[in-house]
């Protein structure tokens, strides 16, 4: 069914924006058939960007569902700790130097590197480490990152100072090359899904897991770094998107996808899903002019997770 649904909602984001085509006439341009400039518009524009919302919506989700598992909260999302915070920081500097949209890319990934070493290295200071410490550390250096990100809005000057805060709320414009994504997207999924059933056991609590043979550190090290990672190949491609994390996995949960064996690819297809429509959205909503993809999930998920909210609670 969400196989289904992501396949519906390409097709549709394939077929409409500010120049209208009907699926068929997106169809044969994608086959290389048809018109020149559906073509041209369908490869070098609609299917790249496409491609990036379902690469950065399936990375996000999966980041979220890891996440939740990893905190023991289920308000845990992919900013929580503070990579998003870096990357952001990184590519606002590179913006503000006037870099190449490729530059940016890098320098996102490698802000998103260097926010992920010093919250695992300050939470394990002195040996300790836990769930609690991970997350006041994530917390406290997302707010350092957001008084760097303040000060490089507030030095920039007007002419790059829309970019950035495009990049901010979220914007798939300059998503040229999702290939990677996408890769770093089926990597996670490899890397993590053999151990769906240690992560069922784990979100029981640690004592459970350990008593049946889950090596509870080295487990959480492995979701913590993939987590990370998630995050940062889905804001370098997409920059800072939110709610995606954090309502997908929550929707698939009500849905009743509690096993993790389907519930992280069950993620994957659901963020991808989630974000592309929000892209479609993003495109049409004010055309020929285009939204932040980010101020979309925005606007959808808060009425959206207030009301899962209200119904968890209810039951």
């Known amino acids: 069914m969400l196989a289904f649904m992501l396949c519906a909602a390409l097709l549709a984001s394939l077929a409409h924006g500010s120049v209208a085509m009907s699926l068929g006439e997106s169809w044969r341009a994608l086959l290389g058939q048809g018109d020149a400039l559906h073509q041209e518009l369908i490869w070098s524009l609609r299917l790249p960007r496409a491609l990036a919302a379902v690469a950065a919506g399936g990375l996000l ?76 550390t994530g917390v406290v250096m997302a707010a350092g990152w957001g008084a760097l990100i303040n000060l490089l809005l507030a030095i920039s000057p007007d002419a790059h100072l829309k970019g950035m805060l495009f990049w901010l709320m979220g914007d798939l414009d300059n998503a040229e090359h999702p290939g990677w994504a996408l890769a770093a997207l089926a990597l996670g999924l490899l890397l993590i899904w053999p151990q769906a059933r240690a992560l069922n056991l784990l979100a029981r609590g640690d004592n459970h897991a350990a008593a049946l043979g889950v090596s509870t550190g080295a487990l959480r090290i492995l979701l913590y770094l ?24 929550h929707l698939l949960r009500l849905a ?60």
Do not use: K
């Not at 700790?81 to 940016?104: D, F, K």
């Not at 659901?270 to 959205?281: C, I, N």
């Open 226 to 249: 993939i987590a990370s990672l998630l995050t940062a190949a889905a804001v370098t491609t997409a920059g800072s998107v939110g709610f995606v994390g954090l309502v997908t996995p």
């Open 61 to 136: 989700a999966l980041a979220g569902a890891l996440l939740q598992v990893l905190l023991r909260n289920p308000l845990a999302d992919p900013f929580v700790l503070g990579v998003s915070g870096g990357a952001a920081s990184a590519a606002l500097l590179a913006l503000l130097l006037g870099a190449a949209a490729w530059v940016v890319e890098i320098a996102s990934l490698g802000g998103a590197f260097l926010a992920m070493t010093l919250v695992f290295g300050l939470a394990r200071a002195r040996g300790a480490w836990s769930p609690t410490r991970l997350l006041l």
């Open 256 to 315: 009743g996808l509690r096993d993790n064996r389907l519930l992280l690819p069950a993620c994957a297809l659901g963020g991808a899903t989630l974000l592309l429509l929000a892209d479609l959205l993003a495109r049409v909503a004010i055309a020929p002019q285009q939204l932040p993809v980010g101020v979309i999930t925005a606007f959808l998920g808060v009425p959206l997770f207030l009301i899962l909210m209200r119904r968890e609670g209810g039951q």
